[in-house]
């Protein structure tokens, strides 16, 4: 068994979205591919909701880069797929030139300077979800997000382009923070399809009774369940940290930022290395929490931090 976090879709394995399967078949041969990893949703889920043919209403445009393409999709978001993924508060934000030069250009800053970064998104991420609030919603935007119950597709909105999660904020948009984003989310779904398919945790967990981990960083910002995570969500994070502050280290090592990209990259970088640090620390404490499998990735975690 593999002892890091898979960087490819197993051929034949529940993910792969070639194999002979009836249900997908079905969404290939209709010229409806946008729609197959909402197939996957209807197994992950067991709802019973045609997730995929409720897919079927939305349209998407390709974005190609690098000999990918990506669907960006457009039009209304069912309710039913937004009910399950908590985007009933947010609607696709409509297709313009500057959103698709921005996103082309992060995806092409991704493959150019990161292509190992790429790769992985290339495997992960089949569908873009970019969104906005609905009118009169007065709550704080999302930056970026991604749900293991929808697998490859990620969503994002226009903070994603001014937004460096945790605290990096800048005023001006850069397509550069916008590829950190759209990364971000790859490096989550590509987790989330080795969880699901391996045992990673203890028979008996549950993130509902998981013992917590305080991450100080985020006390100012007033959402209890943002103060302390559950062991498997640290375990994320702790992935998600490890591939940022390379992509952020390749950046800053780059001639072509301007001085606030430069600035939101190295405060990033500089509070990103001591949560890495504790998160490992703090996962390693609690590895009775993790199979054999699992502390394999923890060992494997240990070395990529020791090694940023």
């Known amino acids: 068994m593999q002892t890091t976090i898979a960087t490819r879709v197993a051929s034949g394995s529940f993910f792969d979205l070639g194999r002979r399967d009836p249900a997908l078949i079905r969404l290939r041969e209709d010229d409806a591919e946008q729609a197959l990893p909402f197939a996957l949703m209807e197994r992950l889920v067991k709802s019973g909701i045609p997730y995929a043919e409720h897919a079927r209403s939305l349209r998407s445009e390709r974005v190609h880069v690098a000999g990918t393409g990506f669907d960006w999709f457009d039009g209304a978001l069912p309710g039913q797929i937004a009910d399950e993924i908590n985007l009933t508060d947010y609607e696709i934000t409509a297709h313009t030139d500057e959103r698709r030069a921005a996103l082309t250009r992060a995806l092409e800053r ?30 704080s935007s999302l930056t970026s997000s991604s749900d293991p119950a929808l697998p490859y597709v990620i969503v994002f909105s226009e903070k994603a ?18 590829a950190e984003n759209i990364l971000h989310e790859g490096i989550h779904q590509s987790v989330s399809f080795h969880v699901l398919q391996h045992q990673v945790f203890a028979d008996g967990y549950s993130s509902k009774t998981s013992p917590k981990i305080e991450i ?15 062991v498997d969500r640290a375990f994320h994070a702790t992935c998600v940290y490890n591939q940022l502050l390379r992509f952020r280290r390749t950046e800053l090592d780059r001639d072509d930022l301007t001085a606030g990209e430069r600035k939101g990259f190295q405060a990033a970088y500089d509070e990103g290395m001591p949560a890495v640090r504790y998160l490992m620390d703090q996962l390693e404490l609690l590895e009775e929490h993790f199979t054999v499998h699992g502390r394999e990735l923890l060992a494997d975690l240990r070395h990529q931090t020791d090694q940023l």
Do not use: M
């Open 110 to 139: 991704l493959a150019a300077a990161h292509p190992d970064a790429f790769a992985r998104v290339q495997e992960f991420v089949r569908g873009l979800l970019w969104v906005g609030l609905k009118p009169g919603i007065r709550n």
């Open 161 to 178: 382009q001014h937004h460096i999660p945790p605290n990096t904020v800048s005023a001006e948009p850069s397509h550069f923070f916008l």
């Open 216 to 230: 100080a960083w985020r006390a100012t910002q007033g959402v209890a369940r943002n103060q302390f995570w559950e």
